[in-house]
Structures are given as C-alpha cells and as structure tokens.
C-alpha cells in the first residue's frame, strides 16, 4: 500500500511540475508575458484577443504573483484552458476534442501492438539464443530505434504512397466520405491509419524486443528454470508461465516509463502524415504562436502519460509480491 | 570482467595517489573496439563524419545556400544527388550540414551527461530527503513527455538560435542517465574500498570524484552515447518542424525546407531522403556503440558462439 501512496505522490508532484512549467514559462519572456504578447502580435489581432489570451496563461495585472499562480492552478483542476488564438473564437478544450480521438486510435492501437509483439520476438529470442532470431533481430532493431520516427514516416510515405499507391499520403479519412458511424466510414479511417501505425510500430518495437530479450536471459539463468527442466515440464510453459511472466515485470515499468517517448516520437509521425490529432494541432499551434493550445495540449499529453505510467505501476504492485513488501 | 578486476584493485590497493578516469575510459574504448564488430563499425561511422565536420569546404563542390541551379535535377555527375527544389547542391548542403548536427550531438550529449552525473550521483551518495528529492526530480523529468515539452521550450525562447536547441535537449534528456548512474553509484556506497577512503578522513567531494566516479566510468560513457543519440534524434526532430533556425545548414533544417516544398512529390525525394539516412547513420553509430558498451559491461548479454 505504501509503495502505492508513494507513486500517487509521484503523479501528484509530476502533475504539478508540468503545471508550473506551463505558469513560468511565459513569465520568463523578455520584458514580462503582457509587454512580450503584446509586441509580439500587434496589429495582428484586436485587443480583446489579447485579453482573452491573457486569460488563458493566467496574466492579471491587477493581482500578484501568487494570486495569479492560484486562480492559474484553479483553472486548470478545473479543465479550463481558455480561447484557442489559431482557432479563435472556439474554446481550447473544444478544439482537443477534435483532435484527441484521432490520436487515442492510432497512437493506442500502434503501441498496444509494438508492445505485444516485440515482447513476444524478445521471448523467443532469448528461448533459442544464438538462433537467427536473437542473433539478427536485436542489431538491426538497434539501428532502426536510431532513425528519426518522422524520417521513417517520410520513407513510408515515398515508398506506399507515391512510388506504388497503395496507401493515402495524408490526413485521417477522405473528404468524400462523410463521417458517420457506418461500414465505408471506418473502413477509411482505417486505411488511412495502415501506414502511420506501421511507422510507430516498426519504431518503436525495438526497445521492447531488446529488454524483453535481456530480461529473459537473466531469468533463465535461475535455478528453477533448471528444476522446471528436470521436472520435465513443457517446452511452452517453461518459457510462459516459468520464465517470460517473471521477465515481463520490469519491462511492464519500462513500457509506462518510456511511454513518453514514444507519444513523443508518434506525434511527430502524425505530423508527417497530416494525421488530425494531436501532433498536428501541436504543429499548428507552435506556427499560429497559439500558446493557449500549445500549453494544454502539453498539459493533457503529460496527464495521459501519467495516468498510463500509475496504471503500470497498480498493475506491477498486483503482479509482483516483492514491490508490496519492500515499501 | 575488466570492471571487477578493477574493483577489486581499488578495494585491495585503495590508494589515492594513482587516480586515472581518463585513462580508463580510453582504454575501455580501446577494448571494445578491438573485441567487439558492432563497436567497431559504430567508431568507422563516427570517424567518417567527424572527418566530414572538420574539412566540409574541402569536401563540398559548391556553396550550400546558394540557388543558382536549375531546380529538382536528378543525381549526374555535377550534381551527386541531385539540386533542391530552390536549386541548391543537395550534396553540398550534406556535407556542410554535418558540422553543426554533429555539433549539437557532442555538446548536448557531454552537458546532459554531466547533469546526469552531478544529479545522480549526488542523489545516491546523499540519501535520505536529499535522495528522495533528487530522484523525484529525476523522475519527474523521465515521464515528462519530452516533444512537447520541448515544443514549448523551443517556442517561447523562438530566435535563441543553436544554444537554445541544445539547452532544451539538455533539459530534456539527462533524467535517463540520472537514474542509471544513481542505482549503480548506490550499489557501490557501501564497498569496503568506500569505507577505507572514509576511514582514512577523506572529504564527501574527493570521495565522489576520485573514488565512485573512476569506478563508473564505463557506464558514464555509455550514457554519453546514450544521450548524444538522443540529441541527434530531438535536434533532428525539433529542426524538422522548424523550431531550429531554419537558415542555419544542418540535416534537420534540410528536411524542413524538404518538407515544407513537397519534396517527396515535385520530384526531389533524394532531398528528404539523404539528410534523414545521415541522421540515422550518426544515430546508428552511437546505438551501436552503446550496444556494445552494454554487452561488454554485462557479460550476461554477449553473443553465444553456437556448438558446432
């Protein structure tokens, strides 16, 4: 249980830290937030935009610091991130729901597979060391993981999209079809989705391979994979229910741990891909200097984070006695 | 192997006269160059581009940012790959682009690698509330998703230039680094050649410098590689979506203007393509290097020579 209240402390602080950046950061431009924003986009839009924008990063002029800082931490407890610039007049909150579910699909479904799959080659892998499998897979996962998720993208897109035209180029769904909840509808989403999932996928599989891989060493090594052996047991369940189950908890806290990384490297995959979520509208927020957006848009990115990451480790303190007693 | 054998000459000899970080280091390098085909291809990498950083005029056929040749050419021989769709050298542009993507990764890598050290091992040899602080710090900045953060970084301090870009890279990616050395630099607090320096009188700053941290020195360069790729990857990333400083000749610059002229379908693909393989290639250097840092350091993980 303790172990439990310290990740909950974890989360709480993290969440705070995220919120806090978000509160300095435009208070450390040159010459204050107001004298800044105002330079920045005069002329370009009318006073009450720049109010309103104001609002939104919690500028008062009227108030200190610290009441600032507090209405600040209210707004956002209460999910109230203000009027989108790029967008404008819609509310931010309005214009990520827009984008969220596009990247709750691809983003989700992608991991989910790379995750399962890589720690399956990685299970089998370490199960026949030396085979062609654990000998070829691991180096070239190695130099995969070092290319630039969107450069993939771009390759993907050269290859499938222009070069054999199997694939859509860009964004989520056609313009011709209307979107509705029936068969041609989702069956485009879903084609449009191939190729951008299979960017994150081939990306990002290789870290789960190498530590599932490695895990599986070390615990086959242990004395009771040999009395599993010598029992005679079989080959299957000497490598699932023997081996791999208590191989897979630290990659389980690795998966949560990198998870930002990955949302990172698929956001910029989104992008390549003109795909309608997040990334994209993080894209556009950095070039219309929406600072509303961009900062909700961090903000909600780091709370997913976090929500997967406690999942993990709720998941991780159920599966492994030892984190229960070691608190 | 060479690690422990180094441990156990510290813990019998614990003198403090014969401190050698530098040279360990080296020879660990040296080491894993000669026995290892994976390090050894990853130095070959590094090398041709380090040389290509030093002497890129020498290298270069014409003037990267100048448009003075007709548009979208394919590869011949005045062009090597080709011109841009602005009619510049792509190939000129490679060349020159490799000093400052280079660059970013050293300096970004060496300055989050010393962050890492600082914060680790400090965290780990202080304990008690100041650990716990230091590593909720480091946590924090571990599942921090670090794109975005580094889009907001990058776009409030817009115009900063390079030293902004490798600022953000820092800021983002030493947390990793911290964490590994803390455990390892908290495996060695309580080895008896510690408690012989301790014993001895010695002061917490040369007990940190010159006993805990030449022990660790093969896992501190790995985390430089560690870091250097991940800078090679965000500099890359950051550049791409124009957070850079587009004017500046670097790969990622290359692959935004790339990007934002459509490259992949007005004919010039060799543009998006050549920038973001070196990238993968300067990458795949350090992975590599790291990989076999990784093997070396853990005996576990080598490759079996198969029964014949």
């Known amino acids: 249980m303790r172990y439990l209240i310290r990740r909950l402390e974890f989360f709480v602080v993290t969440l705070w830290a995220a ?21 920045r986009f005069h002329g370009r839009i009318n006073p009450a935009t720049v109010k309103s924008l104001e609002v939104a990063l919690g500028i008062h002029s009227d108030q200190n610091l610290l009441q600032q800082y507090v209405s600040y931490l209210g707004n956002m407890l209460r999910g109230d991130f203000g ?44 199960w026949r060391r030396g085979g062609v499998l654990d000998s070829l897979l691991p180096p070239v996962f190695v130099v995969i993981s070092a290319f630039p998720y969107f450069w993939v993208g771009l390759l993907t897109i050269l290859i499938f ?33 191939i190729l951008p999932a299979f960017t994150i996928v081939l990306t990002s599989i290789g870290g789960w ?119 | 192997m060479g690690l422990d054998v180094r441990l156990i000459a510290d813990q019998t000899a614990a003198r403090a006269d014969e401190v050698r970080p530098q040279a360990g280091a080296l020879r660990l390098v040296g080491a894993a160059l000669r026995h290892n085909r994976k390090a ?96 909720l710090l480091t946590d924090v900045f571990l599942v921090l998703p670090t794109l975005p953060l580094m889009i907001v970084l990058a776009a409030y301090a817009r115009g900063g230039g390079l030293a902004v870009l490798i600022v953000v890279i820092v800021i983002t990616g030493w947390s990793y680094g911290a964490r590994q050395l803390r455990s390892q630099a908290l495996s060695l607090r309580h080895r008896e050649f510690l408690d012989a320096a301790r014993s001895r009188g010695e002061r917490g700053f040369y007990i940190i410098t010159a006993e805990i941290l030449p022990t660790m020195t093969s896992l501190i360069v790995a985390n430089f590689l560690g870091a250097a790729l991940y800078a090679v990857l965000a500099a890359a990333g950051l550049q791409f979506i124009g957070l850079g ?54 005996p576990a993980l080598r490759p079996v020579r198969r029964r014949r």
């Open chain 1, 19 to 39: 919120v806090t950046l978000n509160f300095i950061l435009p208070r450390l431009l040159p010459g204050g937030p107001e004298v800044a924003l105002r330079t």
């Open chain 1, 83 to 126: 009027v989108s610039l790029g967008f404008y007049p819609q509310r931010v909150s309005y214009v990520i729901m827009l984008a969220l579910p596009w990247t709750l699909g691809l983003v989700g479904t992608a991991t989910v597979i790379a995750f399962v799959l890589g720690t399956l080659i990685g299970i089998f892998g370490a």
């Open chain 1, 161 to 193: 999209a222009v070069t054999l035209g199997w694939f859509p180029q860009a964004f989520g769904s056609s313009s011709e079809v209307t979107s509705e909840f029936s068969w041609p509808y989702i069956s485009d989403v879903v084609y449009h989705s």
């Open chain 1, 209 to 327: 391979i190498l530590t599932m891989r490695n895990n599986m060493i070390t615990t086959l090594a242990e004395d009771y994979i040999k009395m599993a052996r010598a029992k005679g047991l079989s080959t299957s369940r000497i490598m699932f229910q023997y081996a791999a189950r208590n191989a897979i908890l630290p990659n389980l806290v690795g998966f949560a741990m990198s998870l930002g990384f990955v949302i990172s490297g698929a956001l910029l995959v989104e992008i390549v891909f003109n795909y309608p979520g997040l990334g994209t509208f993080l894209l556009q927020a950095v070039n219309n200097e929406d600072f509303s957006l961009m900062q909700a848009l961090f903000f909600l990115i780091t709370f997913a984070v976090l929500l997967a990451v406690l999942a993990a480790d709720v998941l991780t303190a159920w599966l492994d006695p030892r984190t229960r007693e070691r608190a």
């Open chain 2, 40 to 135: 050894l291809a990853g130095a070959i990498i590094l090398g041709l581009f380090v040389v290509v950083a030093i002497i890129p005029g020498i290298l270069a056929p014409y003037d990267p940012h100048a448009q003075i040749f007709d548009q979208t050419l394919p590869p011949s021989g005045a062009h090597l790959l080709g011109t841009t769709g602005n009619g510049q050298d792509i190939f000129s542009q490679l060349i020159w682009g490799t000093r400052e993507s280079l660059a970013i990764a050293i300096v970004a890598g060496l300055m989050a690698t010393l962050l890492s050290v600082l914060i680790g091992v400090s965290s780990a040899y202080l304990g008690g509330s100041g650990d716990h602080v230091l590593s």
């Open chain 2, 245 to 298: 400083n587009p004017s500046d000749m670097s790969w990622g610059t290359m692959l935004f203007w790339a990007e934002n002229n459509g490259a992949l379908n007005a004919g010039s693909p060799l543009w998006a393509i050549v920038p973001g393989l070196c990238i993968a290639l300067l990458g795949a250097a350090f992975a590599l290097l790291n990989y076999a840092f990784d093997e070396i350091s853990n």
